[in-house]
């Protein structure tokens, strides 16, 4: 089962390609967002939940001074700091409720920016000159502060990258200035240079390193964005393929059957690389019985010598007006159109629901499709009617083969009704007695002596009638006057131009408008006030409207070039808008979500803080995804390592213990950069030096395996967090600071020198946490362990040194809070770490969303191209590929689809014992196991279509038993011309040993199911027309005299043999075809023809 699904995706690949992938419904390019609506979604998705972070790290950091400081002083003597920190905590807590509860101060974002900046720098400069009873500045205070200014600038406020840069150097540059002319004018004995010096390397190591994260944070957010717009893009194409496949496949199906066939299409692309072998050795048969059904066929006389007569545009427009207008009365009179054969229409009421009125239904229809045609005849003036048989019974209905699905009905009663239109009277409907009975009294009818138009009537012995109009009584004669002077105005015009004309003003839709018209996805129901087309009604209006245009003035129903621009431009619009509102209310989500402090549908929390994918392989996926720029991590933190080294040399005594130090730290940072960039730096070496080629195989792991990057990641912020503190004296040391000799250590510093170390140590220390910061994408877990073992092993070194302590112990003098090295080495380290933790943080949840929206685009993607393929599959099975392309594409055609070809090859195949085998019986299943033998033939015979030979044969469609192909239908439109006559002679050649090859699979079928199934095929080749008619339902099919001769030439051949006619036999025998004549034969219509039988033993040793 499903094999037919498999054949068709084949088939796929051997025939013209189809419309792009993604190029279905509308163009990736056509919706266009604007730069304010990524301005609106990095806030909210990222700027938004940073700032709120700062405001509240700030306003903790504001409360925790005002405490320390009621603690351990008196508030009063430092009256300039208690009121500027007072004044900063409660603008932080009104920018937090605003930033917090009103969304539309995101548009305020720099003006906040500004004021928390300025509020910041207050902070700094009043802890700096507020000296109470100090009189002392020194250079290296508040350096931790100013160094928290610059990193939150580019990690936390929200300002551009220029702004950041700006913002980020006027503090470092005013804190260079300001403290060096007030630490000279009161320190003059100080090494001032060495301590500006390491300021400014502290400084600019936040600076390179807030650079850098906020590069790779906007270019993170860009990609984020633009995977959430393909992802609403997507959501939308998908819901936009769901709808056009729904009404593509109510366009070829009914309802009750489609959605299965459907499922099972999609079950079947979805196991395409799943070899598997089904066990049912059949072909999916998708039949079902109904009983209690009225078939009506009905059949336009005198049309095919009108369409002798028509351009190919006049024909499929005249075609689709006249079957849409059928169509329209059949929807009134709830009947279900199954197939349009020529200019033969029929179809079934009391499908797929039982109606108790169906033969009422039927009947209704058929009178109004006589006086349908009895308009146009006295309109135009054309000698065309409408013959209408109609009988009720039982009925098999569904589709069989593997492809040109064509809804289909089979059983006697069908075959009855079709013999009751054929014995009809021109203008009235025809009914079997077994119809009337299902009419009761509802019309009038009079004998119909069907016996006497048709043997097999006579054979059957079934009455007939025909049924009275009760609008024939009720007619005036001044309508009739009146339009007969209307034709007589309009005779000078040809008739096929008259109907063309009249037709139009029927008003039909055109086959795929549903297509065409797109309509926006946020409106899956009409909108009230939205319009559509309505279909134009028989009226006198209109009637009037036609025979004014009989003059030659015809005034084309075209939309103007405004008209249509519009539509598509409010089409656009229309999607646009809709993309927007849902990137809007994705935005608004985001704003809205806290989920990294809780549980939602994709994430869950531990301990309310770490956060996992509540799917297990997407966590998994996301602990293994591939770090891009994981080289520049390590870039980076050998830049802060460099940094480190220059403020140690800068203050430290320059001992070799810390030469040596650092040089063992710069070596394990060397070979993990060498293992980083092997494959860059040593891929030329690689060939000749086997180590070089497996270091660069490692150095390609490191990107993309957890197992290497983890390791490598903790080796290199470790060595950064122990080499910041490693050097830091045990005991007080001696000697001058910035002593270039370990012999002066013996001298004991002064107090402002064991501070001035304790506090550069201290500031290492914050350069190797913004270290572990700058890794972004890494594991949250590694950093979280990293920052707390560090903050931990800090706070313990930090608070018992001992040179510290004993200065501190032998000094009387109370100090400032914001002079004591210790309280303010632990706001720091505490401040540092709160704030990198909820960075990472909420990185870490920027990276899970980033890896989120990409599953889900996947997923989406996935599904739309499984749709996009459903879609294509089923519209390639109802038109060839080329013509698919007229109506799906990049642009929309809204242009009917007609093409004249000079030379195509048509063959009509039939199996006329499949009627003889075909009986209603309860072994059979009333008729349903014979059909499922049909199918099997039909099926085979498509299977044909697959080999690339026969890669230009179309299949039109099945007529009962009868196979309908053609050849030469693949060609441009224009190009026919340019074909060489020895192609087009090949084409005639290749339908022959398609014919061969339909009588070898009838042979294996016959040997399976021991039967005797012979074939009987005609063919003939010349001029076709080709084109699409139908709204509802829309059908490819192709007219004309070829067509007309080719069936003639399969009902009045033999079984076994290919009969061809004369012209057709001349290039059969150019091509090595041995033929034989059968001589001259009857044909209807055409009178007599020289025909030919194809020596068939002689064509399929060619074949082999």
Same mark, same amino acid.
């Given at each position: 089962?499903?094999?037919?699904?498999?054949?068709?995706?084949?088939?796929?690949?051997?025939?013209?390609?189809?419309?792009?992938?993604?190029?279905?419904?509308?163009?990736?390019?056509?919706?266009?967002?604007?730069?304010?609506?990524?301005?609106?979604?990095?806030?909210?998705?990222?700027?938004?939940?940073?700032?709120?972070?700062?405001?509240?790290?700030?306003?903790?950091?504001?409360?925790?001074?005002?405490?320390?400081?009621?603690?351990?002083?008196?508030?009063?003597?430092?009256?300039?700091?208690?009121?500027?920190?007072?004044?900063?905590?409660?603008?932080?807590?009104? #920018?937090?409720?605003?930033?917090?509860?009103?969304?539309?101060?995101?548009?305020?974002?720099?003006?906040?920016?500004?004021?928390?900046?300025?509020?910041?720098?207050?902070?700094?400069?009043?802890?700096?000159?507020?000296?109470?009873?100090?009189?002392?500045?020194?250079?290296?205070?508040?350096?931790?502060?100013?160094?928290?200014?610059?990193?939150?600038?580019?990690?936390?406020?929200?300002?551009?990258?220029?702004?950041?840069?700006?913002?980020?150097? #006027?503090?470092?540059?005013?804190?260079?200035?300001?403290?060096?002319?007030?630490?000279?004018?009161?320190?003059?004995?100080?090494?001032?240079?060495?301590?500006?010096?390491?300021?400014?390397?502290?400084?600019?190591?936040?600076?390179?390193?807030?650079?850098?994260?906020?590069?790779?944070?906007?270019?993170?957010?860009?990609?984020?964005?633009?995977?959430?717009?393909?992802? #609403?893009?997507?959501?939308?194409?998908?819901?936009?393929?769901?709808?056009?496949?729904?009404?593509?496949?109510?366009?070829?199906?009914?309802?009750?059957?489609?959605?299965?066939?459907?499922?099972?299409?999609?079950?079947?692309?979805?196991?395409?690389?799943?070899?598997?072998?089904?066990?049912?050795?059949?072909?999916?048969?998708?039949?079902?019985?109904?009983?209690?059904?009225?078939?009506?066929?009905?059949?336009?006389?005198?049309?095919?010598?009108?369409?002798?007569?028509?351009?190919?545009?006049?024909?499929?427009?005249?075609?689709?007006?006249?079957?849409?207008?059928?169509?329209?009365?059949?929807?009134?009179?709830?009947?279900?159109? #199954?197939?349009?054969?020529?200019?033969?229409?029929?179809?079934?009421?009391?499908?797929?629901?039982?109606?108790?009125?169906?033969?009422?239904?039927?009947?209704?229809?058929?009178?109004?499709?006589?006086?349908?045609?009895?308009?146009?005849?006295?309109?135009?003036?054309?000698?065309?009617?409408?013959?209408?048989?109609?009988?009720?019974?039982?009925?098999?209905?569904?589709?069989?083969?593997?492809?040109?699905?064509?809804?289909?009905?089979?059983?006697?009663?069908?075959?009855?009704?079709?013999?009751?239109?054929?014995?009809?009277?021109?203008?009235?409907?025809?009914?079997?007695?077994?119809?009337?009975?299902?009419?009761?009294?509802?019309?009038?009818?009079?004998?119909?002596?069907?016996?006497?138009?048709?043997?097999?009537?006579?054979?059957?012995?079934?009455?007939?009638?025909?049924?009275?109009?009760?609008?024939?009584?009720?007619?005036?004669?001044?309508?009739?006057?009146?339009?007969?002077?209307?034709?007589?105005?309009?005779?000078?015009?040809?008739?096929s131009v008259r109907m063309t004309r009249y037709l139009e003003s029927w008003g039909a839709a055109r086959p795929f408008a549903h297509l065409n018209h797109r309509e926006s996805v946020s409106s899956d129901t009409s909108a009230p006030g939205r319009k559509h087309r309505k279909e134009i009604m028989l009226h006198p209006a209109n009637r009037q409207r036609a025979s004014e245009s009989l003059d030659g003035s015809r005034t084309e129903r075209v939309c103007p070039p405004s008209v249509v621009n519009y539509k598509n431009t409010s089409q656009k619009g229309r999607m646009e808008e809709d993309i927007h509102d849902k990137m809007l209310s994705t935005i608004e989500g985001l704003s809205s979500a806290k989920p990294w402090c809780g549980n939602t549908d994709d994430f869950c929390g531990l301990c309310g803080f770490l956060l996992f994918f509540v799917e297990m392989g997407l966590e998994k996926e996301y602990r293994t995804i591939s770090i891009p720029k994981l080289r520049s991590y390590f870039v980076c933190a050998t830049v802060v390592l460099l940094c480190m080294f220059l403020v140690q040399i800068f203050i430290m005594p320059r001992t070799p213990k810390l030469g040596i130090s650092f040089g063992v730290v710069a070596v394990i940072m060397g070979l993990v950069l060498c293992i980083c960039f092997a494959d860059k730096c040593w891929r030329s070496c690689s060939e000749r030096w086997p180590p070089v080629r497996y270091l660069c195989t490692f150095s390609k792991k490191v990107k993309t395996m957890p197992t290497v990057r983890l390791p490598l990641t903790a080796i290199a912020i470790g060595s950064l967090l122990i080499i910041a503190v490693f050097n830091l004296p045990t005991t007080q040391p001696t000697g001058n600071s910035t002593a270039s000799s370990a012999d002066e250590s013996d001298i004991p510093l002064a107090e402002n020198s064991v501070v001035t170390i304790y506090s550069y140590y201290t500031y290492c220390c914050l350069l190797g946490f913004i270290a572990c910061s700058v890794f972004l994408r890494m594991s949250f877990e590694l950093k979280l362990i990293l920052l707390s073992g560090g903050v931990v092993g800090y706070f313990i070194i930090f608070n018992t040194w001992q040179p510290l302590n004993a200065k501190t112990v032998n000094s009387t003098t109370p100090r400032f809070i914001m002079k004591v090295p210790r309280i303010m080495t632990n706001l720091y380290l505490a401040l540092f770490y709160i704030t990198l933790v909820l960075l990472s943080k909420q990185i870490d949840y920027y990276c899970r969303l980033d890896c989120l929206q990409k599953n889900k685009f996947k997923k989406e993607h996935e599904e739309f191209e499984t749709m996009e393929n459903v879609n294509r599959l089923l519209l390639e099975n109802v038109l060839p590929a080329h013509v698919a392309a007229h109506f799906i594409g990049d642009k929309l055609n809204e242009d009917w689809y007609h093409q004249s070809y000079d030379c195509v090859c048509v063959m009509f195949a039939s199996v006329p014992d499949f009627k003889v085998f075909y009986t209603e019986c309860d072994v059979n299943k009333e008729g349903l196991e014979c059909l499922r033998l049909l199918n099997e033939i039909i099926a085979d015979f498509d299977e044909l279509l697959l080999k690339p030979k026969f890669s230009g044969v179309e299949k039109i469609k099945t007529i009962g038993s009868t196979y309908m192909a053609a050849s030469g239908l693949c060609v441009t439109p224009g190009q026919e011309n340019n074909l060489d006559q020895e192609r087009q002679h090949a084409q005639i050649g290749i339908m022959v040993e398609f014919a061969l090859g339909l009588m070898t699979k009838l042979d294996g079928i016959n040997r399976h199911s021991f039967n005797n199934f012979r074939l009987r095929v005609g063919i003939n080749h010349g001029p076709v027309i080709a084109g699409v008619i139908g709204a509802r339902k829309p059908q490819y099919d192709i007219w004309g005299n070829t067509v007309n001769v080719a069936s003639r030439m399969e009902s009045t051949g033999e079984l076994g043999k290919i009969q061809v006619t004369e012209e057709t036999y001349k290039i059969l025998e150019s091509l090595g075809y041995a033929c034989e004549c059968r001589g001259l034969i009857n044909v209807k219509g055409k009178g007599e023809l020289r025909t030919y039988f194809v020596c068939t033993d002689t064509a399929k040793s060619q074949v082999l």
């Open positions: 089962e499903g094999e037919l699904h498999c054949l068709w995706w084949e088939r796929s690949q051997t025939q013209t390609k189809m419309p792009a992938k993604g190029k279905y419904f509308f163009n990736d390019d056509g919706c266009k967002i604007t730069d304010p609506l990524y301005e609106k979604y990095r806030y909210s998705s990222q700027q938004h939940p940073l700032l709120l972070f700062l405001l509240g790290i700030v306003f903790a950091y504001c409360v925790t001074l005002i405490v320390v400081l009621c603690v351990r002083d008196d508030p009063r003597e430092h009256l300039a700091f208690t009121i500027t920190v007072c004044m900063a905590s409660a603008i932080f807590i009104v #920018i937090y409720v605003l930033v917090y509860i009103e969304s539309l101060f995101w548009c305020r974002l720099k003006f906040f920016a500004a004021v928390i900046w300025i509020c910041l720098l207050a902070l700094g400069y009043v802890s700096v000159f507020d000296k109470g009873k100090d009189a002392q500045v020194s250079a290296w205070e508040q350096v931790p502060f100013f160094l928290f200014i610059i990193f939150t600038a580019y990690t936390m406020l929200p300002l551009g990258m220029r702004d950041a840069i700006l913002v980020s150097g #006027i503090s470092a540059l005013s804190h260079i200035v300001v403290l060096t002319v007030a630490a000279y004018s009161e320190e003059h004995r100080e090494p001032l240079v060495f301590q500006v010096l390491a300021n400014a390397v502290i400084f600019l190591c936040g600076n390179l390193m807030g650079a850098f994260h906020k590069h790779q944070i906007q270019d993170a957010s860009l990609d984020l964005y633009r995977y959430t717009l393909k992802c #609403i893009q997507v959501q939308m194409k998908l819901k936009i393929e769901k709808r056009q496949q729904e009404s593509l496949l109510l366009s070829i199906l009914p309802a009750h059957i489609s959605m299965g066939m459907k499922l099972a299409i999609i079950e079947r692309l979805k196991e395409t690389n799943d070899r598997k072998k089904h066990d049912n050795n059949f072909h999916s048969l998708y039949v079902k019985r109904h009983q209690n059904v009225s078939i009506l066929y009905a059949d336009i006389v005198g049309f095919t010598r009108l369409a002798s007569d028509c351009s190919p545009k006049e024909l499929v427009v005249m075609l689709n007006e006249l079957f849409g207008k059928f169509d329209q009365i059949a929807k009134e009179n709830e009947c279900m159109r #199954i197939k349009i054969l020529g200019d033969c229409y029929y179809c079934v009421s009391g499908l797929p629901v039982s109606l108790p009125v169906h033969a009422k239904n039927c009947v209704k229809m058929g009178l109004d499709m006589c006086e349908a045609i009895k308009q146009v005849r006295e309109a135009t003036g054309v000698d065309i009617n409408m013959r209408v048989g109609i009988h009720s019974g039982n009925v098999l209905c569904g589709v069989i083969g593997l492809r040109k699905w064509q809804y289909d009905v089979w059983s006697h009663d069908v075959s009855l009704a079709n013999r009751m239109e054929s014995a009809g009277v021109p203008g009235r409907v025809h009914i079997t007695e077994a119809t009337l009975n299902h009419l009761g009294k509802a019309y009038e009818v009079e004998e119909g002596n069907g016996h006497l138009r048709d043997p097999y009537l006579k054979a059957m012995n079934i009455t007939t009638y025909l049924v009275i109009d009760p609008r024939s009584k009720q007619r005036s004669s001044n309508n009739h006057q009146i339009s007969e002077a209307r034709v007589h105005d309009g005779l000078k015009i040809r008739a």
